[in-house]
């Protein structure tokens, strides 16, 4: 019998019926079932602040808002990606989402 192959930190939700992975990766990561080129990506501002230190501060990324990235987090994601069209699977390349100030918006 074969090892199963090695997830990378994936971690499994299921919404709606539909069985996800996720992973934090600076960004959370959401995969459907089938198609990681499909995937979607929430961006909920967190950022190395010290890849940042000697830049003017201009140019430097909005100050990050905490957030702890918990199961309850990823499922609100994939609902409001859901309601704005992503299909995972079935829909061509990925959606990003950015979460800031308690709401999710569609970047692309």
């Not at 919404?15 to 909920?44: A, H, Q």
Request: charged content about 30%; hydrophobic content about 30%; proline content about 9%.
């Amino acid at each position: 019998m074969t090892q199963p192959k090695k997830r990378r930190g994936f971690r499994d939700i299921v919404v709606e019926g539909t069985k996800y992975t996720w992973r934090m990766s600076g960004l959370v990561e959401i995969r459907p079932p089938e198609g990681r080129e499909r995937r979607l990506d929430v961006d909920f501002g967190w950022h190395d602040v010290w890849l940042y230190a000697n830049d003017p501060p201009d140019t430097r990324p909005r100050p990050y808002e905490p957030r702890r990235v918990t199961p309850s987090f990823v499922e609100a994601a994939i609902r409001f990606a859901l309601d704005q069209g992503w299909r995972g699977a079935s829909c061509p390349g990925k959606m990003m989402v950015d979460y800031r100030s308690g709401e999710f918006s569609v970047t692309r």
